[in-house]
């Protein structure tokens, strides 16, 4: 009987969860999917390091451009999760650094990471194993699954 309450608990708290209204679940979907996003993934990483300079995160991010590393930190900065400070010299120095919040974020952010980093071999077999399985049809990033 203790299961059967147990799972009546269960389904309760699911339902708790599926009453939260929909706008709370876009607004939450809004941030995930910005700081879930490889960019700033890999930019919050960086700078939890410490403070960088725009052409330092640059060539310490390989594979981004100049244009998507703008538009990252200018929305990191938007969600407050980065500052920007400029110091007045010439040329100008612009220094990006975390901000309080975007150093709380670094530990899940960095956990990620780290998990990627060491579950990266395991990932890549998995796929040559599921590709080799299926005739080696392989999804494009970001296409829905037909399964």
């Known amino acids: 009987m203790k299961a ?6 269960t389904s309760l708290e699911h ?3 599926s009453d ?4 709370d679940c876009k607004a939450v979907s809004g941030i995930l999917s910005r700081v879930g996003d490889k960019w700033s993934v890999l930019i919050i990483m960086r700078l939890g390091e410490g403070p960088r300079r725009f052409n330092e995160i640059k060539r310490m991010i390989g594979g981004i451009s ?3 590393l703008t538009l990252t930190l200018r929305n ?3 969600d407050g999760l980065v500052s920007r400070t400029v110091t007045p010299s010439i040329p100008p120095r612009v220094d990006y650094a975390l901000t309080e919040l975007g150093r709380d974020l670094l ?7 780290e998990w990627a980093i060491k579950h990266q ?6 796929r040559t194993h ?3 399985a299926n005739g080696a049809e392989t999804p494009q990033a970001g296409a829905p699954d037909r399964g």
Do not use: N, W, Y
């Open 130 to 132: 599921f590709d080799a």
């Open 76 to 78: 990191l900065e938007r």
């Open 20 to 23: 939260i209204e929909s706008h």
């Open 66 to 68: 100049q244009r998507m």
């Open 107 to 113: 530990i899940p952010v960095a956990a990620l990471g």
């Open 15 to 17: 339902t708790r969860v």
């Open 121 to 126: 071999p395991c990932i890549e077999a998995a």
């Open 4 to 9: 059967a309450q147990e799972r009546t608990k």
